[in-house]
Structures are given as structure tokens and as C-alpha cells.
């Protein structure tokens, strides 16, 4: 199973841009879906974003489309999120997640990073 460790969160100011990275172990993190999740204090998960082991498809949650970008380089076993005209709703801890399932839900995801947070002054 592959192990997954988040990092680049930190404080940003609203309308500045910040990008998380999530580094994988594991020899087969080409074949995996990635995706990125949230969870602000009071609220449950959320999903951010998802990218196929090709990088051929992505999907952003309504909230974030336009504003982040996910991105993979299987290379490097990495999948970054960069985040731009950041809104202070967007402020919660940010998780990575992979699957091996197409067209995968939530619940799917069966390998979780610790999470990154991300703080966001207005």
C-alpha cells in the first residue's frame, strides 16, 4: 500500500496563492488516482480535487475550479496542489488520498496522508 505525507501548508494571506505537495512511497504510485481532500474545524471532509495515474483526467469541486490547480509527476512519486486566489473559506486541513479505483467516491480512497493545514488571513 502506498504511504503518503503532505506538506506546504502554512499561512496565507486571502487572494495569495500557496502549493501543497503529497509525496508517495511505494513503487506503483503511477497507477493510482490522486486526490487532493479538505476538512475545516465543524465541517465534514470535503473533496478538492482528483487526478487520473495519467494526469489525463482532473476534477475540481464547483468551490475551487479556476482558482487550483492539481498536477502529478510520477517521476518524482508527487502530486501537488497549487492553489491561487486563495479565499478564506479555503482555510482547513488539506489531505492527500489515493485509490485504485476509475471513477472513484470519497470512500474509495483507501490510503490517507496526515494532512497539511492551511490558514488563510483576511
Known amino acids: 500500500q502506498v504511504r503518503l505525507v503532505e506538506s506546504g501548508g502554512g499561512l496565507v494571506q486571502a487572494g495569495g496563492s500557496l502549493r501543497l505537495s503529497c509525496v508517495a512511497s511505494?513503487?506503483?504510485?503511477?497507477?493510482?488516482?490522486m486526490g487532493w481532500f479538505r476538512q475545516a474545524p465543524g465541517k465534514v471532509r470535503e473533496f478538492v480535487a482528483s487526478?487520473?495515474?495519467?494526469?489525463?483526467?482532473?476534477y475540481y469541486d464547483g468551490s475551487v475550479k479556476g482558482r487550483f490547480t492539481i498536477s502529478r509527476d510520477n517521476a518524482e512519486n508527487t502530486v501537488y496542489l497549487q492553489m491561487n486566489s486563495v479565499k478564506p473559506e479555503d482555510a482547513a486541513v488539506y489531505y492527500c488520498?489515493?485509490?485504485?479505483?476509475?471513477?472513484?467516491?470519497?470512500?474509495?480512497?483507501?490510503?490517507w496522508g496526515q494532512g497539511t493545514q492551511v490558514t488563510v488571513s483576511s
Open positions: 488520498a489515493a485509490t485504485r479505483k476509475v471513477g472513484a467516491t470519497m470512500g474509495d480512497f483507501e490510503a
Open positions: 487526478i487520473s495515474w495519467s494526469s489525463g483526467s482532473t
Open positions: 511505494g513503487r506503483t504510485f503511477s497507477r493510482y488516482t
